[in-house]
């Protein structure tokens, strides 16, 4: 059997030379028969030049994250972001819906494959090293949602999920869960009902000049904006025949508020690119561990880690009751 690249390469050059040397209809069979081990050969061969392609990335940046601690640098500068980034050469040029479904695509073959070893990973983390690890991703991240009088910025309305104490409820089994449902889950009316709730609020923040002309403020003010059923945008003056009519598909769901939609985009971005790079790190830094033992791994060893994580999740309701019990004593 040929197992590598090159050995693959060498069968093909003999097979297809064989088949050229067949000529006439007597040969028809036989050249049918090699055309389809041409064609097997020619996919094992893309798929191993593929799986070496992903080691070798894989190699390299292990090797960088090394470098990175040994040079006490931060690991996070040292991250390719695999599944934020693996979304095609032109990721800067496509439409941000498409960037979504190939952010959600990615995401969801990771929790395909790895969801249950990476809620082990999360679940067994201590409350502290959550935290630390949810800042390190997000610099920015809200310990706690918005309080009453306290200043409101944009992406606190726009993305609430996104702190660490909603993240961190329930022994972590929060996070999970965003996981899961932004992995696996149609998520579409949810997010859009949500930023309805904004607009007549008067606190939806407005994406559209950005999306549309590339500066600050709405690209359609003046007009009325809608999203039609096969993804156009089409506007018409605020007070018209159209407008109405518009706007009472609008109500109907027929069609979507053009900024709406656009803001409702903005935030699917958001959540996904931030679940995206929790990914990226279990792949990049835990993965590698957990191959380097998967010898000596057994269902028994798998077993054993389940236990451990509901212990580590004992371990820390008892510690909140014995500090609620100290404070109702104190």
């Known amino acids: 059997m040929a197992d590598t690249p090159e050995e693959i390469s060498e069968r093909l050059k003999e097979l297809i030379a064989k088949r050229d040397e067949l000529v006439g209809s007597e040969q028809k069979k036989a050249r049918k028969k090699l055309n389809q081990r041409i064609s097997a050969l020619e996919a094992k061969l893309a798929e191993k030049r593929d799986n070496s392609a992903m080691e070798e990335a894989q190699k390299d940046n292990t090797e960088a994250r090394h470098a990175s601690h040994d040079n006490k640098g931060p690991s996070v500068a040292v991250w390719d972001g695999r599944l934020t980034s693996d979304v095609g050469p032109d990721a800067d040029k496509i439409l941000r819906v498409e960037l979504n479904q190939r952010l959600k695509q990615n995401l969801k073959v990771f929790w395909e494959t790895h969801g249950i070893d990476f809620a082990l990973f999360w679940l067994m983390l201590p409350p502290e090293k959550m935290k630390a690890l949810l800042h390190e991703l997000c610099p920015d991240i809200r310990d706690q949602p918005v309080q009453p009088g306290e200043a409101i910025k944009p992406t606190d309305d726009l993305i609430p999920e996104i702190n660490t104490s909603l993240l961190m409820a329930q022994q972590g089994r929060a996070l999970v869960a965003v996981c899961q449902t932004r992995a696996l889950e149609d998520v579409d009316e949810a997010d859009l009902a949500l930023v309805r709730k904004l607009d007549e ?69 958001l959540l996904l690119q931030f679940i995206c790079g929790i990914a990226d790190y279990y792949l990049q830094a835990v993965t590698p561990q957990k191959q380097r033992h998967k010898q000596k791994d057994s269902g028994g060893a798998r077993l054993l880690s389940v236990a451990h994580a509901m212990d580590n999740i004992q371990k820390q309701q008892m510690e909140i009751l014995n500090a609620r019990s100290d404070l109702n004593g104190s």
Do not use: W
């Open 201 to 269: 609020a008067g606190r939806m923040p407005i994406f559209s000049g950005m999306e549309v002309h590339g500066t600050q403020g709405d690209a359609f003010e003046g007009k009325l904006a809608f999203v039609v059923p096969d993804g156009r945008i089409v506007s018409c003056r605020a007070h018209s025949a159209e407008a109405e009519e518009n706007k009472r598909l609008c109500a109907t769901g027929v069609v979507i508020d053009a900024n709406q939609y656009i803001t409702k985009n903005v935030r699917q971005t």
